[in-house]
């Protein structure tokens, strides 16, 4: 588990969720709001407003954040340490079946499998050359969250603080793919990201507390 990173930050960023190829399929404010089947995606470059785009990052928060992606993270990172294979590959056969995240699955995908071939260097890594078998053999999907989860876990890295930097590059990634249609300064770019973080803390303290235990590290 003590393997050196073969990431650059760039690279590390972009799995954190800040990659274009997620950025490009978001949800209409008001259609992710109403959650499930019903959301209709669309490029966030048609949030035409503060008020639109503040109204659809707290309904990604709410609707897909909190209750999918962090807890994803959270739950490959445990399987990873307690080296479960099959409850890793139930994850992401789980995350297939979710109807809120049906129009995110491809740009996720491509994304964390992307990442998945950058750990194949790490031959002595038997849970993730099994995983990435796996993903080659159809058997399980390579979705972002999860090989995020994973990488946390094979390098070591604290649960809590990769929640946490996920959850920022997120919504930075959000605000600034949208910047330039609402016209938003700098600062007030700045002062929502704040604000949303500032708001989920509560949100990862509950996801780190359910998925604690057995020696991991989430601090």
């Keep these: 588990m ?15 969720g800040g990659g274009d190829a997620l950025f490009a399929q978001l949800g ?5 709001a109403a959650g499930g089947e019903t959301a209709v995606l669309v490029n966030v470059t048609r949030i035409d407003s503060v008020p639109a785009l503040r109204l659809f990052l707290r309904a990604y ?6 209750p999918l992606e962090l807890p994803a993270i959270a739950r490959a990172f445990s399987q990873v340490q307690r080296n479960e294979l099959r409850e890793l590959l139930e994850t992401t056969r789980e995350l297939g079946r979710e109807p809120r995240l ?4 491809r740009a996720s995908q491509r994304v964390g499998g992307s990442h998945l071939e950058r750990l194949r260097p790490l031959a002595d890594q ?8 796996a993903v080659a053999a159809g058997q399980a999907s390579p979705w972002h969250t999860v090989v995020f989860g994973l990488t946390l876990a094979i390098y070591s890295l604290p649960l809590r603080q990769g929640l946490v930097h996920y959850a920022r590059q997120m919504l930075g990634g959000f605000i600034a793919a949208a910047a330039t249609t609402v016209l938003m300064t700098k600062s007030a770019a700045d002062a ?9 803390a509560a949100g990862v303290e509950a996801v780190v507390t359910a998925h604690a235990g057995g020696g991991l590290r989430v601090v």
């Design 2 to 16: 003590n393997a050196q990173p073969q990431f650059t930050p760039e690279e590390i960023r972009e799995l954190r």
């Design 28 to 32: 209409r404010p008001d259609a992710l």
């Design 61 to 66: 928060v709410t609707e897909v954040l909190l």
């Design 102 to 105: 049906r129009e995110f699955a």
């Design 126 to 133: 038997r849970l993730v050359r099994r995983f990435r078998d």
């Design 192 to 200: 929502l990201l704040e604000e949303l973080c500032g708001d989920l």
